[in-house]
Structures are given as structure tokens and as C-alpha cells.
């Protein structure tokens, strides 16, 4: 008879060892009985544990993705000796939204006969990389006054996929060898959740007048005036 770890006893099936293979899990129970020249009878139990899908031998097939902002759950495919191992539970996601090492955790079904246990798998999540296709890059504002040092344009970057304004100083950084008035492309690099390079157009005016006063000094004279009902004239 044959019991498995999942479903119902099955008896009287006729073992012949040339040709019946015991390969589902379960428990095994074989009673050879004498024939012709031979009595009785003898029994033989064997049995076939469930493997563990933490089992080395087991693959898992699971693909990199690019970072969207969202939550990111590619399919798992795990098998074993080439065969799907089937009747699993949904995939749980772990860490999967940021660019970075994401996880994947896979649990057999309690109906699995063969396999049993969870097992977690790593896959990556690729920062998006800057492009003039997917994404605009303006320089805002454009001009900027001369002043002696480096300029550093404030640049606004969108994600043309999402509608997503991207954050200076964690989604990207501006490089700029910006100083005498004249025309220019910052560099804005990806960080963080974003790779790669764009280049932005801005420019550096020279001032052509007088810094704007924010002091400045009033002198009344004479200090004194006696009230007449005409005007005082100095």
C-alpha cells in the first residue's frame, strides 16, 4: 500500500521492482508472499520524506527588474530535478520597492505531498536610468548673475513614466564648473533609486550696474524749521 503526506491511502496495487518506481513521498508498505516452491510472506516499509524547499538542489528561477516607485513582485519558478515543484503558496515580497537586494519568500501549500517548508530568494531591483526620453531636465531658472564662484543651477527633473518630481540631493546631484558669465550644460546624475547622466542648459549674466543699495543715509538740513503756512524752502 502507498500513503502520501497529501491525500488518501491506496492499496492492492501489484509491486514489481523491475518496473514500479517509488518516487512521490509517503509511506510505503510492500508484503512479498511465497509462491510455488516458497510460503509465507514478508514485509518491507519504506519511507520517502518530503524535501525541504530550502534544499540546495533546489533551483529558483527569478528575474531582475527596474526600479518604478512601486512595489515590484516578479514571478518565482522553483524546481527540482528540471520539475516544477508545484502547489505553492503566494509568493511574500520583502524590501521591494527601493533600488537595491529585494526577497522573495516561497512556502509549500499544505497540499504539496512533496515538498514542505518556505525558502527565501534574493532578487535586484536596478536603479531607472536618466534619459532624455523617459525623463525632462530644466534648469530653473535659467540665468543666473555672475558672482566669482562656481554656479550651481537649481534643476528640476521629471519622471516623465510616473508624473514624479525627483528630489535634489537624494534622487540626484548637479555638477557644474560654472563662473564667468557666458553659456553652459550641468551634469545631473542619478542617485539612490536613479543611475546614469543628463545634461541641462543654463546660463551665467554678468551684472552691468551698481550692486542694489539695502542701506543708505538721510541728512535733512537745516535740522530746525519754524511753522509758517507756506512752504519751508532751504
Do not use: H
Amino acid at each position: 500500500s502507498y500513503t502520501p503526506f497529501c491525500g488518501s491511502e491506496i492499496k492492492g496495487e501489484e509491486y514489481d521492482p523491475e518496473t514500479v518506481e517509488m518516487v512521490e513521498a509517503g509511506l510505503y508498505i510492500v508484503t512479498a508472499s511465497g509462491i510455488g516452491n516458497y510460503i509465507g510472506s514478508g514485509t518491507a516499509v519504506l519511507l520517502i520524506s518530503q524535501r525541504d524547499l530550502a534544499d540546495s538542489s533546489i533551483n529558483a528561477e527569478i528575474l531582475d527588474v527596474t526600479y518604478n516607485g512601486e512595489e515590484q513582485e516578479p514571478e518565482v519558478t522553483l524546481t527540482y530535478d528540471g520539475t516544477d515543484v508545484g502547489d505553492l503558496n503566494d509568493t511574500e515580497y520583502s524590501y521591494n520597492i527601493d533600488a537595491g537586494e529585494a526577497v522573495a519568500i516561497s512556502s509549500a501549500a499544505d497540499c504539496n505531498n512533496n515538498f514542505r517548508g518556505i525558502r527565501m530568494d534574493t532578487f535586484r531591483i536596478n536603479p531607472k536610468e536618466l534619459n532624455d526620453v523617459d525623463f525632462t531636465a530644466v534648469a530653473d531658472p535659467y540665468e543666473y548673475w555672475y558672482t566669482g564662484s562656481a554656479i550651481y543651477p537649481v534643476v528640476v527633473v521629471t519622471d516623465l513614466d510616473t508624473n514624479k518630481v525627483l528630489t535634489q540631493g537624494i534622487d540626484y546631484r548637479v555638477s557644474s564648473n560654472a563662473v564667468e558669465p557666458g553659456y553652459y550644460k550641468a551634469e545631473v546624475v542619478g542617485m539612490g533609486n536613479y543611475m546614469g547622466t543628463v545634461m541641462v542648459d543654463f546660463s551665467v549674466v554678468a551684472k552691468t550696474g551698481p550692486e542694489p543699495a539695502t542701506e543708505f543715509t538721510l541728512t535733512v538740513n537745516p535740522k530746525e524749521w519754524t511753522y509758517v503756512p507756506s512752504p519751508q524752502v532751504s
